[in-house]
């Protein structure tokens, strides 16, 4: 299976990052010889590591900015040594990161497309599933040998994850059923949650498996988006392939509300807050449309 290989190119269109591939990293107390030392292939596992672990653990994240294409990177050497001095390998697994695959076969791993009990052809992007998020996050304190039960950073991130869920749960309540497209289905696990219906299924099927969608499909898309059966477009803005551009120029005419989502976490954000983020930006377009 192949996913999409996204350009640098920025979209302009309705809403509007990752520096070079360095690694970003987490230096507090690591001479200390009681400190786990993590190696995350993504920045969004690295800090719910550096969450859960607290003093514990020093986190060295690779990809730390929405700017990297993940699919395209590619490590330096200084990268696959860092790798081999860790402690614990977190990867996304699933194909997104098979370059951390190939250098952490050595080190203890947590893969979260197995925890998240992946199979081929479904969606890789896991931390939009809250569910998978919490069975790693207590995967993260088994390997660390924290006690589930008073390790205090794995107990407010849990809380934290709680009242997420509970807000899913009664947004869920308010805007489902309601018809929305992505260009690709980056978030897909958090709408279908939300009991979104995702109407153009084809298309991101497409862009998934890195091939331009066909004239039909992408005909279809439009007429839906002019229609205005479409509430909401989600998009990836670190792709733009000539269909995905178009389709936001379309929508744009056509007065849907476009919605922008990065591959990764944005820098200074704790998932939990992204996801706050993500879920206020849905339901003001979804609750404000509907004003109308």
């Known amino acids: 299976m192949r996913f999409p290989l996204p350009s640098a190119a920025v979209l302009a269109l309705c809403f509007g990052v990752l520096s070079s591939g360095a690694l970003s990293v987490s230096r507090a107390n690591a001479e200390s010889p009681d400190v786990t030392r993590i190696v995350a292939a993504e920045n969004v596992w690295g800090d719910i590591a550096a969450q859960i672990g607290g003093p514990k653990v020093v986190v060295d994240s690779i990809l730390s900015s929405p700017d990297i294409d993940p699919h395209l990177f590619e490590p330096s050497p200084a990268t696959a040594r860092e790798v081999e001095k860790a402690d614990l390998v977190i990867l996304n697994g699933a194909g997104f990161d098979s370059w951390m695959d190939r250098m952490a076969h050595s080190r203890p791993t ?10 081929d052809g479904e969606n890789p992007h896991f931390w939009f599933d809250p569910v998978v998020v919490d069975r790693v996050a207590r995967d993260i304190a088994h390997q660390l ?3 589930t039960g008073s390790s205090s950073g794995l107990a407010s991130f849990e809380s934290d994850l709680a009242r997420l869920q509970t807000r ?33 299924s084809a298309f991101q099927l497409a862009v998934m498996n890195d091939v331009e969608p066909g004239p039909a499909v992408v005909a279809q898309f439009e007429n839906d988006l002019k229609s205005g059966r479409i509430r909401l ?28 989502l990065t591959e990764t976490l944005p820098p200074g954000l704790h998932w939990q807050d992204w996801m706050t983020q993500i879920l206020d930006g849905i339901e003001s377009h979804l609750l404000k449309s509907d004003q109308h």
Not at 175 to 186: F, G, H, M, V, Y
Not at 238 to 256: D, F, I, M, N
């Open 110 to 119: 947590i893969r979260v497309a197995s925890i998240a009990g992946w199979r």
């Open 145 to 147: 040998r924290l006690d």
């Open 168 to 200: 899913i749960v009664r947004l869920r309540q308010r805007i489902r059923e309601t018809p929305i497209a992505a260009t690709e289905p980056l978030s897909g696990r958090l709408t279908d949650e939300l009991g979104l219906v995702t109407e153009n």
């Open 233 to 260: 477009l989600i998009y990836n803005r670190q792709t733009a392939t000539p269909s995905a551009s178009r389709l936001l120029e379309v929508a744009k005419e056509a007065g849907v509300p476009c919605m922008a």
